[in-house]
Structures are given as structure tokens and as C-alpha cells.
């Protein structure tokens, strides 16, 4: 039986570190949920307005769409699991949200979630399965996309399973450096090996996750992400303490700041939150690794007590995946849609088609990999590897 990722990524892949409140986020557009015949609830950011707008342009008059946006994903996480015990749980929420409107029960149709909480969602029955087979764009994502939401009841990947939800925006782990710090070395770093290097010593700041850590060093030694066995990798470890002895800071939070600050010379973190960085910094460049590296997701998800899908519903899943929709949450979102990668290079706009970071070349996505559920025992092996080489500095 699969259990749920602690090891996972802050804000994206932290799961439920504190309980989230209910829906707090600003209302970007439609009416009240009395009057919505489509109620979504998404990740802030991780739309564009113009999308949102122009899709309200598209829709029948008679209908209405209602797009809320919440600031954190594990307060998204935390409504499907009100929504799913409302009587339990409303007067927890109640308690320690005094301002939320007690006399609204509605349920969204449609929640932003993460890649790596479907498992989670999907055992403990938070959601319900999508009908997408029948979407005419569903059919134009690549089949990693169907991969990657096609779980059995356990919550694990199965060509054979259901559909439980619906990829809209993706990034990546990169590499973030200063050029002028590295312009004194006369090299850029290009694969993970480099952060290794002698002269990186204590001048590397990274995300504090052990997935990601200890993933990373697997992709350095030729191996994946998702292993099914770490006791069989002596070297493991000893890659891990001498990439702890490169790394001056470890923070989920704050692994951008000592790299602004000229503090560090390389960060190793998340794109939705280094593309905008290198839009305002000048002397920041970064790379996606040679040998590839982790993939996240924002997924729609059905909750499980929502109405039944309906026609709307599915017209803005499809939606998502049209070329031009697939242009401007590239564009815009600071993540990339699943669509793009299927479209013709005529249909992507120059400023996508000629950043690497964004539209990334297929023998390169090839080596990437999403982090799937672990099984327990190897779980449990990450942790106490984490532990063990932590407590070694």
C-alpha cells in the first residue's frame, strides 16, 4: 500500500505542513457561487489573467464562470479534504478562520493540486476521475502526460487506470548561477557533476528537500529519481557528504537570497520561482542539467463531492491545451504547458521557441523525470539517509 511524500517540495511539495484556511484568494472574475455555473478555485499565478479573460469572452452568455485564486497549494490540499468531511471539519476551520463565511458550503468543480499529491488525493478519496478521452487536445499532449495522471485506486501509476486529472502547467529543478562570479572560473556549469567541482566549495545554496538532493546525486551517478532500492549504492552516500560540504545554505525559503546577495555563486531550486529572477536580473543565467533533472506539475483536480462533470467544465479543460492558451501560460505563468511540446514551431511565439529554459529540446525532457510515489520501505530509506548525512557536517 502506497503511503503519502513527506519528502517532497515546500509549497509545491510539502504536503500539509500547516492546515490551510479556506477559500481566502481574490476573485478575478464571474459571479457569486450562487449564480456560477463553473466554480475554479486555482493556484495563484499560475494563470494568466488575459487566459482567464479571453476564455469568459468564448462562453455563452447564459453562463458563467467563477476563478478564484489561493496563494499556497496545501491550503488547496486542505479544501479538498473539507469538502470531503464538511460536518468534521467546518467547525475546525471555523475556529481558527473566524472570518470565513459559515453559511457557504459551495465546492469548487475544479482545484489546482500538485504532481506529487495525486497519490495522496486519490487513496484517501479526495477527488474523482476525469472524462477526458473524449477531449479533442487531450489527445495532443504527449503520452508522458497521460502517464503521468493515469493511477489505480492506489494511487500508483497504471497505463491501465483511471484518469483523475488534468495537467495544465509544468517546470523544472534548475540551476541558477551569477555570470560574473563564474566569468573568474572561465567555465558555466552545464551538469550536476559541476556542482561538485573544488571550486564550489561552500559557494552553493539549495532547497532543502531530500528528494531533490539525494535525486539529483542519483542523476549524477547515471541513476533515477525514483529508485526502488538505495541500500545497494555504498557511493551514494559518499557523493551526498561531499555535495553537503558544497552547499553553504539549505532553505526552502530563502535559497535565492545569498545568491542576490553575491553570497553563494550557484542556487539549485525551482523554475516557477528562478524565471522571473532572470527577468530582472541581468547577471543571473541558469541551466537545466545535461542528464536531466525533476519535473513538478500543476494539475486540475475534481473534488470528490463536486457535481458531476459537465460541458463547461470541459470545454475549459480543453481550452487549456489550445495552441493559444499553450502560448500564454508559457509566456506568462513562469511554467510551461504540456501542449507546447506538441505544437508546431510556427505555432510558438519567438520568445518561448528561442528561450531554452522554456521551450526545452525533446532528447533533453527525455531524460527528465516527475517524482512518483515511492514505495514505503524506500521511502524510509531516504529518510534516514537524509538524516544520517546531515547530521555529518
Known amino acids: 500500500m502506497q503511503v503519502s511524500l513527506p519528502i517532497a517540495r515546500l509549497n509545491r511539495r510539502t504536503f500539509l505542513v500547516n492546515a490551510g484556511m479556506a477559500i481566502l484568494g481574490q476573485s ?47 491550503t488547496l490540499f486542505e479544501l479538498l479534504q ?49 472524462n477526458l478521452s473524449s477531449l479533442s487536445n487531450w489527445s495532443q499532449l504527449n503520452p508522458r502526460w497521460h502517464q503521468l495522471v493515469q493511477r489505480n485506486q492506489q494511487g500508483l501509476p497504471d497505463p491501465q487506470g483511471k484518469i483523475w486529472a488534468a495537467p495544465y ?7 541558477v548561477y551569477r555570470k560574473d562570479k563564474f566569468k573568474t572560473l572561465g567555465w558555466t556549469p552545464k551538469n550536476w557533476d559541476d556542482l561538485w567541482r573544488k ?7 539549495c532547497v532543502d528537500q531530500p528528494r531533490e538532493v539525494i535525486g539529483l ?22 557523493e551526498l557528504i561531499a555535495f553537503q560540504r558544497q552547499v553553504k545554505f539549505f532553505s526552502d525559503r530563502f535559497y535565492l537570497q545569498p545568491l542576490l546577495l553575491g553570497d553563494v555563486w550557484a542556487a539549485i531550486g525551482w523554475s516557477n520561482e528562478i524565471l522571473p529572477l532572470l527577468n530582472r536580473e541581468s547577471d543571473l543565467a541558469a541551466v537545466i542539467p545535461e542528464s536531466g533533472t525533476s519535473l513538478w506539475a500543476d494539475l486540475w483536480v475534481q473534488p470528490k463531492s463536486a457535481q458531476p462533470t459537465n460541458a ?41 521557441k528561442n528561450n531554452p529554459l522554456r521551450l526545452i529540446p525533446n532528447d533533453l525532457l527525455e531524460r527528465c ?16 539517509l537524509w538524516k544520517e548525512v546531515r547530521q555529518s557536517a
Open 28 to 74: 478575478l472574475l464571474g459571479c457569486g457561487a450562487t449564480s456560477t455555473a463553473l466554480e475554479i478555485l486555482f493556484l495563484k499565478n499560475s494563470l494568466p489573467p488575459q487566459l482567464i479573460s479571453r476564455f469568459q469572452q468564448q462562453i455563452k452568455s447564459n453562463n458563467s464562470v467563477n476563478f478564484k485564486a489561493e496563494s499556497q497549494l496545501k
Open 82 to 130: 473539507t469538502w470531503q468531511n464538511p460536518r468534521s471539519r467546518k467547525s475546525s476551520l471555523l475556529s481558527r478562520f473566524p472570518l470565513i463565511n459559515s453559511t457557504s458550503d459551495a465546492i469548487a468543480n475544479l482545484v489546482t493540486t500538485g504532481d506529487v499529491w495525486l497519490s495522496d488525493a486519490i487513496q484517501k478519496q479526495f477527488i474523482q476521475p476525469l
Open 169 to 175: 502547467r509544468w517546470g523544472t529543478t534548475m540551476i
Open 199 to 205: 571550486e564550489l566549495q561552500q559557494r552553493l545554496s
Open 217 to 238: 546525486t542519483l542523476k549524477k551517478l547515471g541513476l533515477s529519481y525514483n529508485p526502488t532500492e538505495l541500500t545497494n549504492l555504498p557511493q551514494l552516500k559518499t
Open 312 to 352: 463547461l467544465l470541459e470545454d475549459w479543460l480543453n481550452f487549456c491545451w489550445q495552441p493559444e492558451a499553450a502560448n500564454q501560460i508559457s509566456l506568462f505563468s513562469n511554467g510551461i504547458s504540456p501542449r507546447l511540446e506538441s505544437l508546431a514551431p510556427s505555432d510558438i511565439l519567438p520568445k518561448i
Open 369 to 384: 523525470e516527475f517524482l512518483y510515489p515511492l514505495a514505503p520501505e524506500v521511502q524510509q530509506q531516504f529518510l534516514t
